[in-house]
């Protein structure tokens, strides 16, 4: 966002990046003043901090060994070097601290007990936050309102009580609001208190903007931001401070005499709160809306699974029920001796369809008509449940132009006329950036293809297939009976091969905003996971047994015998490979998330209870306890675990009815897995400002319509759902004869097993029967139908339900009028209308998992 007024005439990135042109420093003494050409360091006492900066100087220990001549001389060389360093590092600190000062930021230096750990507090003055404010567009609260639960409202009128709804204290009030303004400060609600008037999440998110904006080194190598920094080593961390322990003190204390972060553990992060409603509003006001939107659409997610679980279960129920009365698996079971059946490879033997006796009447479970309509109902499920999240996403409308990125701005080659403005500003050609968005890409998709090919080098699969729309290869391991287990086990491994190469790709690529940075690299990342994680899926489903041939004239590719289907069925094997990507994967992740953190938390310490002093010797302070907390990762894990969850239970639904089931007892799990590392184990996140979840709602909508044609080609062509309807409505209505039916004779000129059989409507000779074309004819009319049945729905939905409700139209009418009141040039005052009264928050409704009410803030 270009700067106003006065500011716009440096028309430079100095602008942009040099903090010396902010408000006026304070007078009082703070860290980094220079005298006499000598830097004295000097303090203040800080009431509480926004922000905290760490470095760690640890001493080399002497050897006691005595080392040779060359030995020495080495060493020597190596401590020049490293003494070199650290005088770098120790530049680069005194600069940044000196930008820090010239912005205007307090300071107060501590130490630990060894003098090894040393924190720099960092807090905003009043001045300095009105002058940010404004700079970054934050809401100013003009009016208080009420908005009630509509759930709530729904219930009580039919006097049920509502289990899932808790009373939170120290909710936060909802407001009409609009942009900040300086010279309209008096017009906003509270403006008197200057101590209370910006919460503690308001303020951390500004020092942050000074500091990932203030330069350190050179321009142009892009030597600008705290992240940078950390990355050099000049600093081991940067995090705003927790307000306070998460554990409350003790009995007697009333629930509003908790903070923020006490009343996030005990009524969010604890596992017996698994059937309440999220307390969305306390976590958007101390984590922000990026991290309280994931929580919003995982709830609400979740809330969605319970009716596609319970279908879902019901389906499978009912195949248990009504396995008895399976024609074609009892005359398997029956008089499978009678079918000799062909070998599956070149290397197989001859079988008797007798055999595969238990997996007919398992393969019923997953193949009969109630799993068909639930593949139905999913898709109908998927495209209805994101046009109502559009309708949720609404709620949480922030407006404003983002900011160019700073490493943007510091390594831009050419400065343009912004054609809004008329300044100039940081500029990079739209051509060169395509271009290499695409090199990039080519690079990912080569990426994707090696490793593919480095799982076919490791023996465990014996045949590639070629995904033509994903442009990758992928291998299937046949023999082996533990091949689905193996290939996750090599797919959780390989997902993080590829991370760092693309974020250095997605930095080469120079986008300008953090948002369209995030959707790249998002982009990048997904692509190679999707290939990872549904290659093998999709080979199976829609691949494997297809071009297999028949004896005499069977298909190879690269000099290999296609591979068939198993004994039991591809269906049977896709069934397989989703229980175990459902349940052990899950599992493998949830416990991953349980232990993994506990242990570096454990770890990390243990570390620094040496450095710091350790509790043993003295109580630690707030900072000390926050630094020893695990460094936040980001959502990227958690959105994209929820993501590939969700393109298993839609795309390959129809082959596994149980997967909704098993997905809902996973996210109950992941919800509070997540509340409680974020606000027990992990470092307070800088809060940031977001209006939706990204290109993850724009990959959601792929994988929905890509679910719709994906059941559709699964039942037409995977499933013996058709072939069974086509010969009940031909032959006989009960199925009996429909194994001897649907089984070819070798032709006449195979002599090593002769009269053996095959699945497949062929005759003697290898030629397609007539059955199979008036098949052929009905599985494309299957797909056609059902894919317009499907999207015809869809196209209704969107019609009939509006993306913005129409009370939230109302509101954000009423906003605009209150913001037009307020920052109008001849309005001496603000006119309320109506008694401003504690509102609902920023919440959703309507799930124990997810939402704690249907207010909404207007941003």
């Known amino acids: 966002m270009l700067r106003r007024g006065s500011e716009l005439n440096k028309g430079d990135r100095e602008v942009l990046l040099d903090l010396d042109h902010g408000p006026e420093a304070h007078t009082t003494d703070s860290y980094g003043s220079v005298q006499g050409g000598i830097r004295v360091h000097s303090f203040i006492i800080l009431s509480f901090s926004d922000f905290v900066l760490v470095w760690e100087v640890r001493t080399r220990r002497k050897r006691r060994s005595k080392l040779k001549d060359s030995e020495a001389e080495a060493s020597a060389e190596g401590n020049s070097r490293a003494e070199l360093r650290r005088a770098q590092l120790e530049q680069w600190r005194d600069r940044f601290t000196q930008n820090l000062q010239a912005a205007g930021l307090l300071m107060e230096k501590a130490s630990s007990e060894k003098k090894t750990v040393h924190f720099l507090k960092l807090s905003a003055p009043w001045d300095v936050l009105v002058y940010y404010a404004e700079e970054l567009c934050q809401r100013a609260p003009l009016q208080s309102h009420l908005d009630l639960n509509t759930s709530a409202r729904v219930l009580s009128r039919l006097y049920i009580p509502n289990i899932l709804m808790e009373s939170v204290p120290n909710r936060p009030l909802d407001y009409y609001t609009c942009a900040f303004r300086k010279s309209k400060l008096s017009r906003f609600l509270g403006s008197k208190d200057q101590e209370n008037y910006f919460t503690h999440t308001q303020r951390h998110r500004m020092v942050y903007e000074i500091l990932a904006r203030t330069v350190y080194g050179k321009r142009k190598r892009a030597e600008v931001g705290v992240d940078r920094l950390i990355n050099e080593g000049v600093y081991t961390a940067a995090f705003p401070m927790h307000e306070g322990p998460f554990q409350p003190p003790g009995y007697g204390v009333r629930p509003e005499e908790l903070n923020q972060r006490q009343v996030l553990y005990h009524f969010w992060a604890r596992w017996c709160k698994w059937y309440k409603y999220q307390p969305l509003d306390h976590i958007r006001e101390y984590f922000g809306e990026k991290i309280a939107l994931y929580f919003a659409w995982l709830g609400f997610y979740t809330t969605w699974l319970l009716p596609a679980a319970v279908v879902g279960t019901l389906v499978f ?168 287990s193996l290939d996750l086990v090599i797919e959780i491994l390989t997902a993080k091969i590829l991370r760092s190469l693309a974020e250095q790709l997605t930095k080469w690529e120079m986008h300008r905003t953090q948002t369209q940075y995030d959707n790249a690299f998002i982009l990048k990342v997904f692509i190679f996971q999707f290939v990872n994680f549904y290659s093998s899926p999709f080979y199976v489903a829609f691949f494997k047994g297809r071009f297999v041939g028949y004896p005499t004239n069977y298909g190879t590719l690269f000099g290999m015998r296609n591979e068939d289907c198993g004994p039991g069925g591809c269906l049977i094997e896709l069934a397989e490979q989703l229980f175990i990507i459902m349940v052990g994967k899950q599992l493998i992740n949830n416990v991953q998330e349980f232990v ?76 509070r897995l997540d509340a409680h590392k974020f606000v027990c184990e992990y470092r307070r996140p800088v809060a940031e400002r977001a209006q939706n979840i990204g290109v993850w709602f724009n990959i959601l909508e792929a994988l929905s319509h890509l679910s719709v044609i994906a059941n559709a080609f699964l039942i037409a062509f995977t499933s013996d759902f058709l072939p069974r309807l086509l010969y009940q409505f031909k032959y006989d209505s009960d199925l009996y004869g429909y194994v001897n039916f649907s089984l070819a004779y070798a032709p006449l000129n195979y002599t090593e097993y002769p009269q053996c059989r095959y699945k497949a409507f062929r005759d003697n000779n290898g030629c397609y029967t007539l059955f199979y074309w008036e098949l052929l004819a009905v599985r494309l009319g299957f797909i056609i139908a059902f894919e317009h049945a499907v999207f015809f729905v869809l196209r209704a939905i969107d019609w009939i339900v509006p993306d913005i409700p129409e009370s939230l139209e109302l509101k954000m009418k009423r906003e605009r009028y209150l913001a037009k009141q307020a920052l109008a040039e001849n309005q001496e005052a603000l006119l309320v209308s109506g008694a401003p009264g504690r509102g609902s928050g920023t919440g959703f409704g309507g799930s124990s998992t997810g939402q704690s009410n249907t207010g909404h803030t207007v941003h």
């Open 596 to 671: 993994l953190p506990k242990v570096k938390a454990w770890q990390q310490k243990r570390t620094l209870d040496k450095v710091l002093g350790g509790k043993g010797h003295r109580e630690l302070h707030s900072w000390e306890e926050d630094y020893q907390l695990l460094e936040c990762e980001g959502l990227f894990e958690e959105y994209l675990e929820m993501v590939l969850q969700f393109g298993f239970i839609t795309i390959f639904v129809a082959a596994f009815p149980l997967a909704p089931l098993f997905a809902l007892l996973n996210n109950w799990v992941e919800i």
């Open 317 to 484: 129920v009912s195949g248990v029920m009504t396995m008895g009365s399976n024609i074609p698996a009892e005359e398997i079971c029956n008089n499978g001796s009678n079918y000799l059946m062909c070998p599956l490879c070149n290397t197989c033997k001859a079988w008797n369809m007798s055999e595969i006796c238990p997996m007919a009447k398992l393969g019923y479970l997953f193949d009969h008509p109630g799993t068909v309509l639930f593949s139905v109902f999913m898709s109908f499920w998927a495209v209805t449940f994101l046009e109502y999240w559009k309708r949720k996403m609404a709620l949480w409308l922030i407006t404003g132009t983002e900011r160019p990125r700073p490493e943007f701005v510091a390594m831009a080659p050419m400065m343009e006329e912004n054609p809004v403005t008329g300044v100039k500003e940081p500029y990079f050609p739209e051509k060169t950036r395509l271009s290499r968005m695409f090199t990039g890409s080519m690079v990912i998709i080569l990426m994707v293809r090696e490793s593919q090919q480095k799982k076919q080098s490791t023996d465990l699969f014996l045949l590639v297939s070629r995904l033509h729309f994903l442009l990758a290869l992928r291998s299937i391991f046949y023999h082996s009976d533990f091949r689905d």
